[in-house]
């Protein structure tokens, strides 16, 4: 609304092309004349958080941080601890209402890449995402190793397992781990389930050049 005539917008797909726009105002329509296109490559690595489904709206938060900070994939799950249980339908609204955030929040943030978004998922669906990532962080109050010592070297991505409010039980771990999952600590502290997400994001992505 504060854009005028003759001034220049950036327009994007949300897979990476981005455009160099000048604003016309021809009536009531405002038209915005593509000049150069360009195509953004995706960060490396490519960071996804599998998150435990959480009362509220604690995960609205998380999902607008995370897209701002470029992460490309947000997954939420459930578990044996997990607190909130949503049926298909709410899981329908959800997703339209984090869709909308994470929108806005690429658009603020400049990011030309919008963030992936499911939810819904079951216990076996995140073991089998687990199982077929090219590295998996296992945030667990029960690990030793801290997360620093889990970083590979230049992954292609990476992908940030954080539990419900209640935490993962033991074997919940033991499974995840079985599945290719490394254990991490994020030190002494105990996290928040929606301040986890944020913290080891915004270090991961401090590790590997991704901010700062």
Request: glycine share 10%; charged share 25%; aromatic share 6%.
């Amino acid at each position: 609304m504060r854009i005028a005539a003759g001034e220049s917008i950036t327009v994007t797909d949300g897979e990476g092309r981005a455009a160099a726009c000048t604003v016309e105002v021809d009536g009531e329509r405002v038209i915005a004349r593509i000049g150069e296109v360009v195509e953004k490559a995706a960060p490396t690595p490519r960071l996804g958080v599998f998150q435990a489904a959480a009362k509220g709206h604690k995960l609205d938060d998380v999902v607008e941080r995370l897209a701002e900070l470029g992460v490309a994939r947000f997954s939420c799950f459930t578990s044996t601890r997990t607190v909130a249980r949503w049926d298909r339908d709410k899981t329908d609204k959800l997703m339209d209402r984090w869709g909308g955030i994470a929108r806005a929040a690429a658009k603020q943030s400049r990011r030309p890449h919008l963030m992936r978004l499911e939810a819904g998922w079951t216990w076996s669906a995140l073991v089998e995402a687990t199982s077929a990532s090219e590295s998996a962080l296992l945030l667990w109050e029960g690990a030793s190793a801290p997360l620093r010592a889990a970083l590979p070297d230049a992954p292609g991505s990476i992908d940030i397992i954080v539990g419900p409010e209640g935490g993962f039980s033991s074997d919940e771990a033991d499974e995840l781990v079985a599945a290719g999952a490394a254990a991490v600590s994020l030190g002494d502290a105990v996290l928040r389930t929606e301040n986890a997400a944020l913290v080891t994001a915004s270090a991961v992505s401090f590790h590997y050049g991704l901010i700062g």
